[in-house]
């Protein structure tokens, strides 16, 4: 998928991919008219290469963020930067000094509908912000084997709307999570959750409740409500067709929601890939930082810890959690 997408881009030229399953790598270059590199010393090594972008399991996401910023390659990573906050902050002090542009993968902050309700929020259409409400359903669980090394439901699947509370309300200063295994035996078995519900509050007040399942029978539910002083403002899900069905034994029954992410976000990737491109030519900041990934896995961390400890959870200004 982002290998397509930078394919078409008309600012960008792709180059080389590459893959640890060498049959992977050699259908997308022949797909798309371009090398297989043979390893990913070949892909950074290049002269003329400007940039990368990661998008491989999560431990090696440090890595190789590390190896393509040495080389001076500006770099877009899929989240979470790591699972292991120390990993993160090594990582950051590895880069840092390198002065290149590194981007983490939180599309839902480029889809259409979740940027143009924030856009209004920031606009001050509903005045100061009191609530939010963010819905998060995947349509099955992924398998155990993925579970195992997920790093658990508020890492992997929870990390998405951590981000996307903070887009809304800014940094937030109390975390208090719930988990429950309601369906699946497998993922328990694994150790984790398969059910989640996460309140958080806001540094500047607002509460922000999540709701996450890792079933849903009718697709993939992602919605957001922002309620405020003046108002609400609220984005729904995304269906195959605009057509509703007017029946005996139905009103208003329209199609089931889109089945899963890369359906859902497509144009939130397409535009995250045209927004990394469009901050290597100003040298702008990225929308979705470095930062941010560290300050999202901070708050699944966190959320962890609630979870085990039954409490909330106070953060501190200097990135520590505290129990309490």
Not at 76 to 96: F, G, N, S, T, Y
Not at 100 to 106: E, K, L, P, R
Not at 162 to 167: G, N, S, T
């Amino acid at each position: 998928m982002h290998a397509r997408a930078l394919a078409r881009h008309p600012r960008a030229e792709l180059v080389s991919v590459y893959d640890l399953v060498p049959e992977s790598a050699n259908e997308a270059a022949r797909e798309l008219g371009v090398r297989a590199a043979s390893s990913v010393a070949e892909v950074l090594d290049d002269p003329g290469l400007q940039a990368v972008l990661i998008a491989t399991p999560t431990p090696t996401h440090v890595e190789l963020i590390i190896a393509a910023a040495r080389a001076g390659k500006a770099v877009l990573c899929e989240k979470p930067i790591d699972l292991d906050m120390a990993r993160v902050m090594h990582c950051q002090a590895a880069i840092e000094p390198l002065g290149v542009t590194v981007m983490i993968g939180f599309n839902r902050r480029f889809d259409p509908s979740f940027r143009a309700l924030r856009d209004r929020v920031q606009a001050g259409e509903i005045g100061r912000i009191e609530q939010v409400v963010i819905t998060s359903r995947d349509p099955a669980p992924p398998p155990a084997s993925y579970i195992r090394a997920s790093g658990g439901l508020f890492r992997d699947m929870t990390i998405h709307d951590f981000d996307m509370a903070r887009y809304l309300v800014g940094d937030i200063a109390e975390v208090y999570a719930m988990g429950a295994n309601l369906f699946d035996g497998s993922i328990a078995d694994a150790g984790d959750i398969d059910a989640a519900m996460v309140v958080l509050r806001s540094c500047s007040g607002a509460l922000v409740h999540i709701n996450n399942s890792r079933r849903c029978v009718y697709g993939y539910d992602q919605r957001l409500e922002v309620f405020g002083a003046d108002g609400m403002l609220s984005a729904g899900n995304r269906h195959a067709t605009t057509v509703r069905h007017f029946g005996a034994g139905h009103s208003e029954a329209s199609d089931l929601v889109l089945p899963f992410f890369i359906e859902r976000y497509a144009e939130a990737y397409a535009a995250e890939i045209d927004h990394f491109l469009a901050c290597l030519s100003s040298g702008a900041t990225p929308l979705t930082s470095f930062a941010d990934g560290a300050e999202a896995l901070r708050l699944a961390d966190a959320a962890e810890q609630s979870l085990r400890s039954g409490q909330p959870v106070h953060l501190g200004t200097a990135g520590a959690p505290k129990a309490g």
